[in-house]
């Protein structure tokens, strides 16, 4: 785990340039996906998953796909980068990343020069849980390790007339074993799960940030360390579900976006 680093992206024709006349400062924007954590499919709350008829061999996938899931409940709010680091320093998540302390650049025409950040991008854990048959635990399963998952990340900047977009990302797979367990079960190798955010700053102070993921897993938008939207796997339809499971193989699942801001 790296910590996050300072970036600074400049106009290509304005290289030899001063910063600018004007700072325009933006919000700090993360994203962190994750599962939920049910003991098997007999536990997951009514949706497509517990609905969704695909023979002995679904069932088996989505109890192992939930029993990995990620505890304790994920966050509503972080106190900060601190807070934040916190939840990734405990590896229960499946992908995660941060922008923050993002400034933007404008000469006196308005036009934009460059553009400073802080970014930070990680792939996530796979949690392996284990049984443990004592009757006064409600719940009898514990995290005995987790298994590295394995995926890529990058940001980048574009500039437009009046604004630029960073845009940040991070794709993720299962670790081995879990992949293991995918191909075993449901004869495909995990696809690549992943998140985008696109952060367009403008000269004038106005702010848009959109929020893209693939379908599974749940993931959860933070504007200034607040959760502001959500994309909760268990709402996914019957056919989205499939979309994922069919994309197999270590391929890019789809996805959409899911929230924009503001």
């Known amino acids: 785990m790296e910590p996050d680093q300072s970036k600074t992206f400049v106009r290509e024709e304005f290289k030899n340039e001063p910063v600018g006349t004007r700072e325009i400062p933006g919000p700090d924007v993360s994203s962190i996906a994750f599962i939920p954590y049910y003991k098997s499919i007999k536990r997951v709350p009514p949706s497509s998953y517990t609905q969704h008829d695909l023979g002995l061999r679904s069932r088996i996938g989505f109890s192992l796909l939930f029993d990995s899931g990620n505890r304790p409940e994920m966050e509503q709010s972080f106190s900060g980068i601190k807070g934040f680091m916190k939840r990734i320093a405990s590896r229960e998540f499946r992908g995660a990343m941060e922008l923050r302390d993002v400034k933007l650049y404008c000469d006196a025409s308005n036009k934009p020069i460059r553009v400073s950040a802080k970014h930070f991008e990680e792939v996530g854990d796979t949690p392996i849980q284990e049984q443990i048959i004592l009757r006064l635990i409600r719940e009898p399963k514990v995290t005995i390790t987790h298994s590295s998952g394995r995926g890529s990340f990058d940001c980048t900047c574009k500039f437009s007339d009046d604004s630029a977009t960073i845009t940040q990302w991070v794709r993720f797979m299962l670790g081995k074993k879990g992949n293991l367990a995918s191909w075993i079960v ?77």
């Open 186 to 262: 449901i004869g495909k190798w995990a696809p690549f799960a992943w998140m985008r955010t696109d952060y367009t700053i403008f000269c004038n102070g106005d702010v848009t940030v959109k929020f893209a993921g693939t379908y599974i897993p749940t993931q959860y938008y933070y504007v200034d360390w607040k959760v502001r939207g959500v994309h909760d796997m268990l709402a996914n339809s019957a056919e989205q579900i499939d979309g994922f499971l069919d994309a197999g193989d270590r391929n890019d699942a789809p996805g959409v976006y899911h929230y924009n801001w503001p």
